[in-house]
């Protein structure tokens, strides 16, 4: 139970190996309790200059099953760099959803292009750690469910989202 309020550094200076999902179990009650906790992480890195978006990284995929289909779950990505290498551009961090092996699904569409979103204004590199978190509201499933990362940029210039050597993590905390 410590574990949910460590901070990541810490988590990883205790030797606690991030490869796999990791779920905390006991008897909880109440709402606002915090009923299952999952993290992936992976050396992540996308480059692209396309509008579309693609994967960050299949390895940040993080799968849980919701115990209500009325609970709220939320999705927390964090990638250690982002880099724009000119000015005049976006780099746009979304979450996509699965439930029970079906089609990926951008969330941030379904909640009118909530995705996370920076700009470049300088003609020089903008660089910096993406941290964004998501709640899905609209799961509404006790089905296996799988939540990952994809990036895109508004086109043109080479965008990159995580860094091959530096650790991504994806988070989901299922909350009564």
Same mark, same amino acid.
Request: charged fraction near 15%; avoid cysteine.
């Given at each position: ?61 993080? *799968? =849980? ?11 927390? !990505?964090? %990638?250690?760099? @982002? +880099?724009?290498? #000119? ?49 899905d509201v609209t799961h509404n499933t006790t089905q296996s *469910? =799988? ?11 080479? !965008?990159? %989202?995580?860094? @091959? +050597?530096?650790? #991504?993590?994806?988070?989901v905390f299922e909350i009564a």
């Open positions: 139970s410590e574990g949910i309020n460590m901070p990541f550094n810490k988590i990883q200076s205790e030797g606690l190996d991030l490869t796999d999902n990791y779920a905390f179990t006991g008897t909880v009650t109440g709402a606002g309790t915090i009923l299952q906790y999952k993290i992936t992480r992976a050396e992540s890195q996308l480059d692209t200059s396309s509008s579309t978006q693609a994967e960050i990284d299949t390895n940040l995929r993080t *799968t =849980i099953t919701p115990t209500s289909a009325s609970n709220k779950i939320i999705i927390r !990505v964090n %990638l250690p760099w @982002s +880099d724009i290498n #000119s000015g005049g551009r976006s780099a746009i961090v979304s979450i996509y959803r699965s439930i029970n092996g079906g089609t990926y699904t951008n969330l941030a569409s379904a909640e009118s292009n909530t995705a996370f979103q920076f700009y470049n204004w300088d003609e020089g590199r903008y660089q910096r750690p993406v941290e964004y978190t998501y709640i *469910t =799988i939540y990952t990362a994809y990036g895109a940029t508004d086109g043109g210039s080479t !965008v990159r %989202l995580g860094t @091959s +050597d530096r650790f #991504s993590s994806l988070e």
